[in-house]
């Protein structure tokens, strides 16, 4: 059964350091999303993006952080500057359509756990 | 602004037994409701929705939920609940393109 990929599962960094995070979407999907989860809260969204340009974003998303899909598989979410607040896990997603009912669940990734130290 | 409550941070079960975890609504218009869970250091995985039709909704692993309009609810539900079943589930309801998760439920199933 195809599945979102993340890498890396872990990654560590100092504040003030720019992170990419990188995920591999399902191959017939037309929409990816960005979630976050800081420890012991709930999930948060943060961004979705489709025909190569963001479709929606959440307050969170700020200047810090863009996305990219800079070839055919590939997902990006990048951080600038990385602050200490940004340690979280990051949950990729994707979703074949919005249009059509049985497309509206969206399918997450296994996540990277950013620490900022 | 559409949302979701999980009235209750944990459930605890005993294996055998029914599982209801809680999940209530607040939407505009047309909900559009999901059920994850989450295992530990796992992502999160997809275990049933509603969109429209019956209002009993049947997903993976035996759960179901049923969507209750007078009641803004979306309960999961299970009839015999299995160790394996201890998880992290969420509750999310879908906005444009977003989905706005409940806070989540802790749920315990003891042997």
């Known amino acids: 059964e195809p599945e979102v990929t993340q890498t890396p599962s872990h990654q560590v960094t100092q504040m003030g350091q720019e992170v990419i995070l990188r995920c591999v979407p399902i191959?017939?999907?037309?929409?990816f999303y960005w979630y976050r989860q800081i420890l012991g809260q709930k999930v948060e969204f943060l961004v979705s993006?489709?025909?190569?340009?963001?479709?929606?974003k959440s307050e969170i998303f700020d200047d810090q952080f863009s996305v990219e899909r800079p070839d055919g598989s590939n997902f990006t979410l990048k951080i600038r500057s990385t602050k200490l607040e940004d340690s979280a896990m990051y949950f990729c997603?994707?979703?074949?359509?919005?249009?059509?009912?049985?497309?509206?669940?969206?399918?997450f990734g296994p996540g990277t756990r950013l620490t900022v130290t | 602004a559409q949302s979701v409550a999980q009235p209750e941070d944990q459930v605890n079960v005993a294996e055998g037994n029914p599982l209801t975890v809680k999940c209530t609504y607040s939407?505009?218009?047309?909900?559009?409701l999901f059920w994850y869970v989450q295992y530990p250091n796992r992502g999160l995985q997809f275990l049933l929705k509603y969109i429209t039709g019956d209002n009993l909704v049947k997903g993976s692993y035996g759960f179901e939920a049923e969507f209750n309009k007078s009641q803004t609810s979306f309960h999961l539900k299970k009839p015999s609940a299995l160790v394996s079943d201890s998880a992290l589930y969420f509750c999310?309801?879908?906005?444009?393109?977003?989905?706005?998760f409940g806070q989540g439920t802790e749920l315990s199933v003891k042997p």
């Open positions: 999310a309801v879908r906005d444009i393109a977003e989905l706005i």
């Open positions: 993006f489709y025909n190569n340009e963001i479709s929606e």
């Open positions: 191959s017939n999907h037309l929409y």
């Open positions: 939407v505009s218009g047309n909900p559009y």
């Open positions: 997603a994707s979703s074949p359509s919005r249009g059509l009912a049985d497309s509206y669940e969206q399918y």
